[in-house]
């Protein structure tokens, strides 16, 4: 019988069959894709077991509304972590996404964050619903360690933070106050940047150009190129700066050079936005890394700030950070606070509890404050030690007389090597050295045991890859 109805042809008049009709849009056929319409044709054995009548049998596709909609590229930092994962070479490295890791290279998790969140469970708190802008305590903590307790800004209450979902939210809560409040402002970022920065305010319709930043040719920055093109830029644009740790370059101005970009961005009449995501895990200290912050407000310049804390301690997945708003009184930063809370509200209503009493647990109680402290001067100083390992080891590798010192004079947990793009493919298909493609490497995903192998594979592909 199987085959019979398979084999059958189609009876029915196309100006009645109800698949024609389908096919019109007047009906629908099942929930997938593709079905099959069995058609009554003089007698259906399936209903009339006495009747030899045939089985016509049709088959019809639904278009999909979604065609138009083509295939996303890959997100080139995130997509390494699962090139990594499909390679099954045993030496394999994955120096892709910046995540730090033990020497043994496995994931870490403080100990201060599970006193933290045994404190949680002791306290038995409950899962209600925060306000829109956060947690209070968080909020609290979270500005007077990047401002510093005893900060003006702080005492007279100018600043306006909200809770945000780690760095990315907090970004584009910014991002979106930017286009309602500040039409047609642009936004100039370094060139170049972490890579969702760009997504950020494209996604949110603000516009952005570039400033000269990395120097190629020394493998450092590029200063003079920097302050040119922050005078050009018109009157009252956003400058974006990474207060800390240059994702992906890893080189920062000297407190010098910060205090010149301050006499341009004010001249200008320009606004600060600085991306802090490594206070505390670049030098090993939560003061020096607020310093170019600080610095800025100290001269009483409004400014914006985005914080994370997925790096310094640990909290990747909890999606922890803020938006701080510097303002010039206390009664700007509540109509800032009240726009920002306006624009989180129909984007995710109020953000997750869990990482914010982390945090506030952390930072407000003075022990555990001392021991995260304690903590990331450990894990700084870890990649540290691999930073100079791994100049160690180019050195006295490579006869070619290069100069490698970049790589000690960037800071925090990236490298940039100064390798391209078919350089670091190199690096990947014959090194399994997995990275980004703009030759930067993440220090927090080597070990002291694979320096030397890096080492290998960055003087191969710089020396026979063009």
Known sequence: MASN??????????????VTDLLKGKGRLGSGNVGSLFIKDKGNPFLNSKSCGRISMAVAVNVSRFEAITMAPPDPILGVSEAFKADNDEKKLNLGVGAYRTEELQPYVLDVVKKAENLMLE?????????IEGLAAFNKVTAELLFGADSPVISEQRVATVQGLSGTGS????????ERYFPGAKVL???????????????ARVPWSEYRYYDPKTVGLDFEGMIEDIKAAPEGSFILLHGCAHNPTGIDPTPEQWEKI??????????????????????????????SVR???ARGMEIFVAQSYSKNLGLYSERIGAINVVCSSTDTAARVKSQLKRIARPMYSNPPIHGARIVANVVGDPALFDEWKAEMEMMAGRIKRVRQKLYDSLTSKDK???????????????????????QSDNMTNKWHVYMTKDGRISLAGLNLAKCEYLADAIIDSY????
Request: aromatic content about 12%.
């Open 5 to 18: 109805v398979l084999s059958a042809a189609a009876s029915a008049s196309p100006s009645t069959s109800p």
């Open 123 to 131: 306290r038995g708190e409950n899962k209600e619903y925060l306000p």
């Open 171 to 178: 970004l584009r809560l910014a991002a979106v106050l930017i």
């Open 189 to 203: 970022i370094s060139s170049p940047t972490w890579g969702n920065h760009k997504n950020i305010f494209n996604d």
């Open 262 to 291: 301050a006499d341009v961005i004010q001249e200008k009449n320009h606004i600060p936005f600085f991306d802090v995501a490594y206070q505390g895990f670049a030098s090993g200290s939560l003061d020096q890394d607020a310093a």
């Open 295 to 297: 610095l800025f407000a």
């Open 400 to 422: 070619s007389g290069k100069d490698w010192s970049f790589i000690l004079k960037q800071i925090g947990m990236f490298s940039f090597t100064g390798l391209n793009k078919n």
């Open 463 to 466: 020396h026979n890859v063009s």
